[in-house]
């Protein structure tokens, strides 16, 4: 197996119960540095909490969160995402009401929302032109000045990336971007991905759809009631008879 | 109020904290308008902030009950004790000077109008800034806000502080205005004519709360034989309002901007 670089995220045996539900049991991950990392699991697997408890949405029961080495479970949302995570909602949500520049400018403020640096306008030139080259690269230039409720889903999806890009994030969780796409969009979103990875962005990635994570990561991670039921190169996973036996049936394997 | 998405149903609360702030200022410590107004504004934001911390758990209707509540707090409070006048209200509050000389009646209206200018700036000014951008994107989502960046606890605080500032100060320009002021100014009918003047105009724009203001401050005078019953009026007005245009007159999205755009945009093309 080749040797992986240096982790920039690590779950030590997280576990979360909800109530008397065991959502997540003893998860230890490592995601390496400029690697995409894929999630894959059936529904109610413990995948979206995951990323939430990372996010700092939720508190793990018991275990520990380390991005770049330091701790951050128990951290509110807002800090960890100003330490560089960003993250997407499984079903996008937007700032429907605010136009798809407005949705970018109030995710580039990180810096000026701490202390009292709010007070500081943000119709600067080199904001806006900021905001108005990340939308170029999502591919949303054309729809700048559109309410974000107006967009289609698979646009929608699209500002969820450019509002976690404009994070400058240094990781970047994914929940379920192919969902509710057609082969064409999630073609394209597939090379988007590929792009933003390229240029230094460690990925993580939730998918449903198999092939598309296959294709995608670099190391994946099979989750099952909330326990690891394997973990490996992709190619590597897919055939483990485990993952075929709980999850991916065994046509999956013939196909 | 709107700005973040909190409603504040107690407004007279704050325009009352102002209010005494100024009243005891100017006459205990003999302390000029010009010190009174802005300790006002400063003694309402610190009051403001710190109910906003007290409710921050709270959204909407949980939020307008406390706030209702916080209002008769602070009514009882004024009747209660000595420093607030008590029940006969504070007497003799002075006029502002300006080089010596006492401003009053139309002058009076002048410099109101001076500050309201500013207030306006201001608020003009905080819209367009970070702030704004966090308050706009809370009221839209908390998580998502979150999600950004953005400390929805600390903003959510703000524009509690900085809708109660305001409310202050326009309590400090009515305590100098009068000379006069007593507990019941500032009782929970006084929060309703406030509400009403946002729901008519329309909630979260500064045009609107301008225009709701001057209306729901006109309209008693243009029907003075109805003046026994402006409450009930200022409740159906709220009632059909809500009914038949919610955003307000010159709310987001209103018709008679619309209208006005419209207008400009033709008279370009015939131009």
Known sequence: ?255 | MGRAGQVNLGQAAFVGVGAMTSAILATKYNLSFWVCLPAAAIVSFIIGSLIGVISIRLRHDFLAITTIGFNFIVVYIFLYYELFGASYGIIGIPKPLIMGLKIRGFAYALLSWAILGLAILLARYLDRSWMGIAFESIREDEDVSESIGINVKKFKVLAFAVGAMYGGIAGSLLAHFKGYIVYSDFSFPYSIMILSMSIVGGIDTIAGAIAGSFIVIMLPEIFRPLMEYRMIMYSALIIVMLFVRPQGLLGRESIVLEKIRAILIETEKTR
């Open chain 1, 1 to 255: 197996m080749k040797l992986l670089p240096q982790s920039i995220l690590e779950t030590d045996s997280v576990t979360k119960y909800f109530g008397g539900i065991r959502a997540l049991y003893n998860v230890s991950i490592k995601v390496a540095e400029g690697s995409i990392t894929g999630i894959i699991g059936p529904n109610g697997a413990g995948k979206t909490t995951l990323f939430k408890i990372i996010a700092g949405f939720l508190k793990p029961t018991k275990g520990r969160v380390f991005f770049e080495g330091e701790r951050i479970d128990g951290k509110p949302p807002h800090e960890v995402a100003l330490r560089g995570i960003a993250f997407t909602f499984q079903v996008p949500r937007g700032l429907p009401k605010m136009t798809v520049i407005d949705n970018i400018i109030a995710a580039l403020g990180g810096y000026w929302y701490r202390g009292i640096g709010f007070i500081r306008t943000r119709t600067r030139r080199n904001i806006v032109d900021k905001a108005y080259t990340i939308a170029e690269k999502v591919g949303l230039e054309e729809y700048t000045e559109r309410l974000a409720e107006e967009l289609p889903l698979g646009l929608q999806k699209r500002l969820e990336i450019a509002r976690a890009l404009a994070l400058e994030p240094k990781l970047v969780m994914l929940d379920e971007p192919a969902a509710g796409m057609s082969a064409e969009e999630a073609e394209e979103l597939k090379q988007l991905i590929k792009s933003l990875n390229r240029e230094g962005v460690t990925i993580m990635l939730i998918e449903h759809n198999v092939p598309f994570a296959v294709e995608l990561s670099d190391y994946m991670y099979v989750l099952h009631y909330g326990e690891i039921l394997s973990e490996g190169k992709p190619d590597e996973v897919v055939s483990d008879k485990k993952v075929i036996d709980a999850y991916l049936g065994a046509g999956y394997a013939r196909g």
